[in-house]
């Protein structure tokens, strides 16, 4: 096994292709925004084409991940690379023939967000079937060392198109980036995972998806620490003209000279990612990643030096960056294959929120007070978000088996059971020394969180009055098929709750386990009434 990813020929070939069309995609924004300036004198129409831009992802990518998780994401890739391309060449062609004006740069730049917001989840969600386990960091890593390249050479070239050869040029640069990454996907043939039941329809995969992750505490730990590192370090890029304006008396080229140091801080962030891990755990890189943000925030909001907010804006980019590729890779090695493209959303949604409400949060304040307050504030609530860590630390997941647990067997229904039966009620019965209740019902606890993570509802535990010795767990699923799907999701992780319970239960075999379908006596058929009747016993030992 090579030691990078890089060494593997899919991925190195995907990730450059990648940073490519990322470089495009930058250029393809600065030259929107010098033409929306050239259209007009409005700054709130300037500012749109940014928003216009990122909106997307805020929009669409919950749906993205559902899809990316529901379709097969090559596809999806290769849909969402070719619409964006026949996007920009239709912004292309209206800013040559001089026809594109403010509102139509807006729907186009919109457009090529939504192409974007579909195709990350995706290719994010591909890095883990692409390259092993074990490499998995270095990928994500350099996954974010690409992004933040992009985002910082794009906007640089960009500016030199639009200055020598005007906004047209850029936009057609962008369209020339897209082709390369489409004949590598043609030209990839990934291995076909098995798919024994039909794909989730969008509106329940997000369901599950959103489901999944409220139900998964490490997963709202890690998406909450993304959303409050963003909204820190989102006070840089928010204010940074201001800075530079106002406390260090620069013009546009000391803007774009720091800007750039911004986001060579983040590349390095990224690249240093990947050893760290090596050495140390997820929560103490967070913590130093903070530490270092929270620095540079308070060395920006005092300096009034270039090259001391340049040293500044390094710390911070790079303290940014390094905080959210750990947590990517944490992350998507706590989240199961089935469900990964949805979790990367919302944790996408949460970093990109997290930078829109620290823009408008710090930028409030510091209209009300000033710039160095305002970055000041920002830097106590990083690091009173890092010194959080040390009170409720994150998990390494490293460690963690989330493969399918694949010991559960569909029992045989018999022909009256289709796959949208239901609802389904299923009750397993333990037998429990009433010694052990305590110990019990803490295991069942668990098996709350994970029943309802993996798709049941009204969960409940029952004790018979007469049988002290007699526990009934109940919950019900909405159809056949979803009740197949609960079960095909639980992972090597939840072996052991399982395994735990087990060895509690007195009987010589395993809990019985009976499947009914819940009938409205109001409102049933001739054949409701036979199907209310059935009743299914399944005594698979160890998979209740």
């Known amino acids: 096994m090579p030691r990078s990813p890089l060494g593997l020929p899919t991925f190195r070939v995907l990730w450059l292709a990648n940073l490519v069309t990322g470089v495009g995609y930058m250029?393809?924004?600065?030259?929107?925004?010098?033409?929306?300036?050239?259209?007009?004198?409005?700054?709130?129409?300037?500012?749109?084409?940014?928003?216009?831009?990122?909106?997307?992802?805020?929009?669409?990518?919950?749906?993205?991940?559902?899809?990316?998780?529901?379709?097969?994401?090559?596809?999806?890739?290769?849909?969402?690379?070719?619409?964006?391309?026949l996007v920009s060449i239709g912004l292309a062609a209206l800013t040559y023939f001089t026809a594109a004006s403010p509102y139509v740069v807006l729907a186009f730049t919109f457009l090529i967000g939504c192409g974007n917001a579909f195709n990350a989840p995706a290719w994010q969600a591909s890095v883990s079937s692409i390259v092993p386990k074990a490499l998995l960091p270095n990928a994500v890593a350099l996954n974010s060392a690409a992004f933040n390249a992009a985002r910082s050479a794009g906007p640089a070239l960009g500016g030199a198109i639009v200055a020598t050869a005007g906004a047209t040029t850029a936009f057609l640069l962008n369209c020339a980036s897209y082709p390369l990454l489409i004949v590598?996907?043609?030209?990839?043939?990934?291995?076909?995972?098995?798919?024994?039941?039909p794909p989730e329809r969008i509106a329940s995969a997000i369901a599950s998806g959103v489901r999944y992750v409220l139900m998964s505490p490490n997963l709202l730990k890690i998406i909450a620490r993304a959303m409050l590192i963003s909204v820190c370090v989102s006070s840089i890029p928010s204010l940074l003209p201001v800075i530079v304006r106002e406390g260090l008396n620069g013009a546009a080229t000391t803007?774009?000279?720091?800007?750039?140091?911004?986001?060579a801080g983040a590349v390095a962030g990224a690249l240093i990612s990947a050893p760290l891990r090596c050495r140390h755990s997820t929560n103490r890189i967070i913590s130093l990643a903070a530490g270092l943000g929270s620095l540079g925030l308070f060395l920006i909001a005092v300096s009034t030096n270039s090259i001391l907010t340049s040293v500044a804006l390094i710390m911070a980019g790079g303290g940014w960056v390094l905080a959210l590729s750990t947590l990517n890779v944490t992350m998507q090695l706590a989240t199961p294959r089935w469900v990964l493209a949805r979790a990367l959303s919302l944790y996408q949604m949460a970093a990109f929120g997290g930078i829109a409400v620290g823009s408008s949060l710090f930028g409030?304040?510091?209209?009300?007070?000033?710039?160095?307050?305002?970055?000041?504030?920002?830097?106590?609530?990083?690091?009173?978000?890092?010194?959080?860590?040390?009170?409720?630390?994150?998990?390494?997941?490293d460690g963690v088996d989330l493969d399918p647990l694949r010991k559960w067997q569909e029992p045989d229904a018999g022909p009256l059971i289709e796959a949208n039966s239901g609802p389904i009620v299923v009750t397993i019965h333990y037998e429990i020394n009433p010694a052990d209740a305590n110990a019990f019902t803490t295991l069942m606890q668990e098996r709350r969180r994970?029943?309802?993570?993996?798709?049941?509802?009204?969960?409940?535990?029952?004790?018979?009055?007469?049988?002290?010795?007699?526990?009934?767990?109940r919950y019900q699923v909405a159809t056949w098929l979803e009740y197949i799907r609960h079960n095909q999701?639980?992972?090597?992780?939840?072996?052991?709750?399982?395994a735990a319970i087990?060895?509690?239960?007195?009987?010589?075999?395993?809990?019985?386990?009976?499947?009914?379908?819940?009938?409205?006596?109001?409102?049933?058929?001739?054949?409701?009434?036979?199907?209310?009747?059935?009743?299914?016993?399944?005594?698979?030992?160890?998979?209740?």
């Open 450 to 473: 994970i029943r309802r993570r993996d798709g049941a509802r009204n969960w409940t535990l029952l004790r018979d009055i007469t049988q002290p010795d007699l526990w009934i767990e």
């Open 364 to 397: 409030l304040m510091a209209s009300f007070t000033d710039v160095s307050n305002a970055v000041i504030a920002a830097a106590i609530l990083l690091l009173i978000g890092g010194a959080a860590g040390l009170l409720d630390p994150l998990f390494d997941a």
């Open 502 to 544: 087990a060895g509690l239960h007195l009987a010589s075999g395993p809990p019985k386990i009976y499947r009914r379908i819940q009938v409205d006596p109001h409102n049933r058929q001739p054949e409701d009434l036979v199907q209310a009747e059935i009743l299914f016993p399944q005594t698979i030992s160890g998979t209740p």
């Open 184 to 197: 590598t996907l043609l030209r990839w043939r990934p291995k076909p995972e098995p798919a024994t039941l």
């Open 255 to 263: 803007y774009g000279l720091l800007l750039g140091a911004f986001g």
């Open 27 to 85: 250029v393809q924004s600065v030259g929107a925004s010098w033409l929306m300036l050239e259209l007009t004198s409005s700054p709130s129409m300037v500012a749109l084409v940014q928003t216009s831009t990122t909106m997307p992802i805020m929009l669409f990518a919950l749906l993205a991940g559902a899809t990316a998780d529901s379709w097969d994401r090559r596809r999806l890739m290769l849909w969402s690379q070719a619409f964006m391309m």
């Open 489 to 498: 999701r639980r992972t090597q992780a939840d072996a052991s709750n399982i």
